[in-house]
């Protein structure tokens, strides 16, 4: 079982940035691939990056290459997205999700099987 917790959601004007963090409990988060997805009200939930276990793999949505970053510090436990040059389009609560040992399907919600409780994201224009 894994627990995630994010952090780091906030309301920011267009342009700006934003660090989101997400704490994962547990041992073997160095197995775990993890991804950010995140829902905008009224819309289903989105895929928007996803790294490897080890950190040598990352995959992002188109709608945000170029502007997110995401990283991970297995010794903490904790992976982050760097979120830069933000648009109201970006506004949304943003979700962390692991999955053990996942190397297909980054961008399918349903490949992952744990996920946090979400943060808010929300950007002025």
């Known amino acids: 079982q894994v627990q995630l917790v994010e952090s780091g959601g906030g309301l920011v004007q267009a342009g700006g940035s934003l660090r989101l963090s997400c704490v994962a409990s547990?041992?073997?988060?160095?197995?775990?691939?993890m991804g950010w997805f995140r829902q905008a009200p009224g819309k289903e939930r989105r895929f928007v990056a996803a790294?490897?276990?080890?950190?040598?793999?990352?995959m992002y949505a188109d709608s945000v290459k170029g502007r997110f970053t995401i990283s991970r510090d297995n010794a903490k436990n904790t992976v982050y997205l760097q979120m830069n040059s933000l648009n109201a389009e970006d506004t949304a609560v943003y979700y962390c999700?692991?999955?053990?040992?996942?190397?297909?399907?980054?961008?399918?919600?349903?490949?992952?099987?744990?996920w946090g409780q979400g943060t808010q994201v929300t950007v002025s224009s």
């Open positions: 790294i490897s276990g080890r950190g040598t793999r990352t």
């Open positions: 547990g041992r073997t988060f160095s197995r775990y691939t």
């Open positions: 999700a692991a999955d053990y040992e996942t190397s297909t399907g980054w961008d399918l919600p349903l490949r992952f099987d744990y």
